[in-house]
């Protein structure tokens, strides 16, 4: 078979197109994935205000931070860090430029737990551990139940279940100990001790 010269030219000018097209394709998606979408979830940091829509993003590299225009509106504590509820997140705690810094944060007295001698509680797969202001997990989430430091002393549970009366909860049972701020165990002891 006789191909001709203009046939030819056609066809690798199609190739070429094609290929061009192909790349652009593959370009387009890598900045596609690199781009943080600018919409994102609600979330709520003060009550009267009532829930903000937009407010939790995620980057490309799936971290959570909270929308640079909402900074000015939250309250920093004295260490820099802000709570945030998220319904899809639970309570966190985010610092000034907007990065959400600890995750997990079970809710107390209607708001986000507080930091007890520099630790806050947190919740990984329902058990409980606690986290420092930087966001570093420094008692891994291995007990059952936990409650906040106290002069440099907390009592935590593992077997113990949760029981609820009205908005109030409530540990019960399985065995209790005594740790320290850095994890270690102290003692065991009875409940309520």
């Given at each position: 078979?006789k191909?001709?010269?203009?046939?030819?030219?056609?066809?690798?000018?199609?190739?070429?197109?094609?290929?061009?097209?192909?790349?652009?394709?593959?370009?387009?998606?890598?900045?596609?994935?690199?781009?943080?979408?600018?919409?994102?979830?609600?979330?709520?940091?003060?009550?009267?205000?009532?829930?903000?829509?937009?407010?939790?993003?995620?980057?490309?590299?799936?971290?959570?931070?909270?929308?640079?225009?909402?900074?000015?509106?939250?309250?920093?504590?004295?260490?820099?860090?802000?709570?945030?509820?998220?319904?899809?997140?639970?309570?966190?705690?985010?610092?000034?430029?907007?990065?959400?810094?600890?995750?997990?944060?079970?809710?107390?007295?209607?708001?986000?737990?507080?930091?007890?001698?520099?630790?806050?509680?947190?919740?990984?797969?329902?058990?409980?551990?606690?986290?420092?202001?930087?966001?570093?997990?420094?008692?891994?989430?291995?007990?059952?139940?936990?409650?906040n430091?106290?002069?440099?002393?907390?009592?935590?549970?593992?077997?113990?279940?949760?029981?609820?009366?009205?908005?109030?909860?409530?540990?019960?049972?399985?065995?209790?100990?005594?740790?320290?701020?850095?994890?270690?165990?102290?003692?065991?002891?009875?409940?309520?001790s």
């Amino acid at each position: 078979m006789k191909i001709r010269p203009i046939t030819t030219a056609l066809i690798l000018v199609f190739a070429g197109i094609a290929a061009g097209q192909e790349a652009f394709a593959q370009t387009s998606k890598q900045q596609t994935s690199a781009v943080v979408i600018p919409t994102g979830g609600p979330c709520l940091f003060d009550f009267e205000r009532g829930e903000v829509p937009n407010c939790v993003r995620e980057s490309a590299t799936g971290h959570l931070f909270i929308a640079p225009e909402l900074l000015k509106d939250l309250e920093f504590d004295s260490h820099g860090l802000a709570a945030v509820l998220s319904p899809r997140e639970g309570w966190m705690y985010v610092n000034r430029s907007g990065k959400v810094v600890i995750r997990g944060v079970p809710a107390m007295d209607n708001g986000a737990d507080s930091f007890h001698d520099g630790l806050v509680r947190i919740v990984r797969n329902g058990k409980y551990g606690f986290a420092n202001r930087g966001g570093q997990v420094v008692i891994p989430a291995i007990y059952d139940g936990a409650m906040n430091f106290e002069n440099g002393r907390a009592a935590v549970c593992k077997g113990c279940e949760t029981s609820r009366e009205g908005e109030h909860h409530f540990l019960s049972g399985g065995v209790w100990f005594r740790i320290n701020t850095k994890g270690t165990v102290l003692a065991r002891i009875r409940p309520n001790s």
